[in-house]
Nanobody, 121 residues
Framework: QVQLVESGGELVQVGGSLRLSCAAS???????LAWWRRAAGKEREFVAA????????YYADSVKGRFTISRDAAKNTVYLQMNSLKPEDTAVYYC???????????????WGQGTQVTVSS
């Protein structure tokens, strides 16, 4: 069993930066963790993922070069550093986990409650 709690979402100006955190508990070392987002009226969208054991990372094309996913094993926490934010980054951001990386939301077994990010122009 894995529990995930996101934090760090807030209102930020265009071009600004924000760091989201996902505090994980349970057998997290056996999992890959991912950030997904859902904008109002849109489908859930993959953002980034990291494998806990090897630290391999994956990014959506829309965030490459602007977002960075990382993990702190000592704190059992995954971060999403978001730079050069755009209005289209506005969404609820969710942390998710499964036993291996997947680009399909339906395959993730565990989800957090989400944190709202709003990018204002």
């Amino acid at each position: 069993q894995v529990q995930l709690v996101e934090s760090g979402g807030e209102l930020v100006q265009v071009g600004g930066s924000l760091r989201l955190s996902c505090a994980a508990s349970g057998r997290i070392s056996e999992h890959a963790l991912a950030w997904w987002r859902r904008a109002a009226g849109k489908e859930r969208e993959f953002v980034a993922a990291i494998t806990w054991s090897g630290g391999n990372t994956y990014y959506a094309d829309s965030v490459k070069g602007r977002f960075t996913i990382s993990r702190d094993a000592a704190k059992n926490t995954v971060y999403l550093q978001m730079n050069s934010l755009k209005p289209e980054d506005t969404a609820v951001y969710y942390c998710a986990a499964r036993n291996r990386y997947s680009g399909s939301a339906a395959k993730y077994d565990y989800w957090g409650q989400g944190t709202q990010v709003t990018v204002s122009s």
